[in-house]
């Protein structure tokens, strides 16, 4: 021990704190039992009890910066890593690169093996689905042919599903015609009868009637035969005409 001190006066030198920071304490009190603890009880601690000797490490750590920090911050020594604190990672960006890399893989095949899952479920679904409307329609089917049968039979009078069908088909008449009816003309052809009026009955409104037929007081003989004043009969239409008006045609032509 003598020798050991002696060695320790040689290379010891006498720092501030600030620059040793060494803090030497023991643990701090137990929030279960902190009054009971007490020096016989770090004694009493049981190394062999590993879960017993890492809490007497972590409130002893605690101690010390319970200790250490109001000390550091009255040194105006700050306690805190800067935002653009830049440190050298314990491993080289190749073996980081590694990892990422490995951990996108084990990403995408997740991600792949859920698209499976719900692909798997949704083909489940339309199997079951199409499965229901088979049924369904077989049933229909079988329901049809037995009301066939029974009405060849003689066992009923109607057959029940062609009644179906018509009221279904004049529904849907109905509902076409409703439709039609509620959509009316289109903005075209309304502002063509504001413009024209709406007209009348077009087909057979020129057909002779008995009334027609009977009524002679607009025949007039001479416009019937062509002969009122300034109506050319057929010889002063085929005339052919004088030499001074082809002249005149040939000059106004050139």
């Not at 062609?162 to 903005?187: C, F, H, I, M």
Request: aromatic share 6%; proline share 3%.
């Amino acid at each position: 021990q003598d020798g050991l001190k002696e060695c320790l006066s040689d290379f010891k030198q006498q720092l501030a704190w600030v620059e040793r920071l060494d803090v030497t304490l023991g643990p701090v009190a137990s929030t279960v039992d902190s009054g009971s603890t007490s020096a016989s009880d770090k004694d009493a601690v049981d190394p062999e009890n590993d879960f017993q000797r890492e809490m007497t490490f972590y409130r002893q750590a605690q101690a010390a910066v319970l200790d250490a920090l109001p000390r550091l911050h009255k040194l105006q020594v700050p306690t805190r890593r800067p935002d653009d604190y830049f440190a050298e990672m314990a491993k080289s960006d190749q073996q980081m690169q590694k990892i990422r890399q490995k951990l996108k893989s084990k990403q995408e095949a997740m991600q792949k093996s859920e698209k499976a899952k719900q692909l798997r479920a949704m083909r489940k679904y339309g199997k079951k689905v199409q499965t229901e409307i088979l049924q369904r329609r077989q049933k229909e089917k079988k329901n049809m042919l037995n009301a066939v049968k029974k009405y060849q039979k003689g066992l009923s009078d109607k057959l029940d599903f062609l009644d179906e069908e018509q009221t279904a088909s004049q529904g849907n008449k109905k509902g076409s015609a409703n439709q039609r009816v509620k959509k009316g003309p289109n903005a075209k052809r309304r502002y063509k009868n504001q413009k024209f009026g709406f007209g009348g009955k077009k087909k057979g409104s020129k057909w002779n009637t008995k009334d027609s037929f009977n009524d002679v007081s607009d025949f007039r003989s001479k416009v019937a035969h062509n002969k009122g004043p300034g109506k050319a009969g057929k010889k002063a239409l085929n005339k052919r005409p004088g030499k001074r008006a082809r002249q005149k045609m040939k000059s106004r032509a050139r």
